[in-house]
């Protein structure tokens, strides 16, 4: 009779201690989300400063990890982030037609299955609903048709230079020049199989070793993406319109604008999300 007390005891007091930690838990959780909803929290949230928010799948296997984002501006009660990394591939549509950012199939992709995948309902909210504007492509004057609302969205040429420059393509374009060369050259000569000299320049480029630009550094593949990319550096869509309305610009893999465009319909142009979040 004793024993079974002491039992009885015990179980009370575990329970009650279970009991305390479970308060103490909805406390904590309480005061995350009133520092996350606290527009204070801007305070500590500077342009060029890496964040988490949301999860998606980033290593080789597929297992989902917090995304990382990069703050490109502050303004008032939100943010506008970049995904730190390449974070899929995908067309910019699968039908070879003249589209616009309004009517792609990256943007209905972005806008419902990603933001889906991506965010909890918690993070769902706290993401801006955001007039897109898409302008005609200042060299060739293809229309970068209707303003859009969207959750998230692809950054436009205007927005990449004004974010980080001139330099970072001035750097690009050398390197593709460098590329360039290392191809021609091959030809010239003659040597090896087109899969030798994949090989070759892939190593010549690991050795090169070139550093970009510290500001586009962070525009990398993730180790999901990678796994079925021979090369180490990956072109990413941009919005704007390339020189038809079934082309669409691209940063290349080395940083510079590649204002021409890219067929839509290439499978192996990288993502990179952006989106406004308010805090």
Do not use: H
């Amino acid at each position: 009779c004793i024993r079974l007390e002491s039992l009885k005891s015990s179980k009370e007091e575990l329970e009650q201690q279970t009991s305390k930690l479970n308060r103490k838990n909805i406390e904590l959780q309480k005061e995350n989300n009133e520092l996350l909803n606290s527009k204070s929290v801007l305070n500590y949230i500077l342009e060029g400063n890496t964040i988490s928010f949301g999860r998606y799948p980033q290593d080789e296997s597929g297992i989902v990890k917090p995304i990382e984002w990069v703050v490109l501006k502050t303004e008032k009660d939100k943010v506008l982030l970049l995904s730190r990394y390449i974070l899929d591939k995908r067309p910019y549509n699968k039908k070879d037609e003249n589209v616009t950012w309004e009517t792609s199939d990256i943007r209905r992709w972005l806008n419902e299955d990603f933001y889906k995948i991506a965010f909890n309902s918690m993070e769902q909210k706290k993401i801006s609903d955001t007039l897109v504007r898409t302008e005609n492509n200042s060299r060739y004057g293809t229309g970068g048709g209707n303003d859009t609302k969207d959750k998230v969205f692809l950054l436009s040429i205007e927005e990449v230079e004004e974010v980080f420059g001139d330099n970072i393509y001035e750097k690009g374009n050398i390197m593709c020049d460098i590329v360039d060369a290392i191809i021609q050259s091959f030809e010239a000569r003659e040597i090896g199989s087109r899969e030798e000299d994949d090989r070759r320049l892939l190593e010549i480029l690991k050795n090169i070793n070139v550093s970009i630009n510290t500001k586009m550094e962070f525009v990398k593949t993730t180790e999901y993406v990678q796994k079925d990319i021979k090369y180490p550096y990956l072109d990413w869509w941009l919005r704007s319109p390339g020189e038809r309305s079934n082309e669409t610009v691209a940063v290349n893999g080395f940083g510079s604008i590649d204002k021409e465009g890219r067929s839509i319909t290439i499978n192996d142009i990288g993502v990179c999300p952006a989106m406004w979040v308010k805090f």
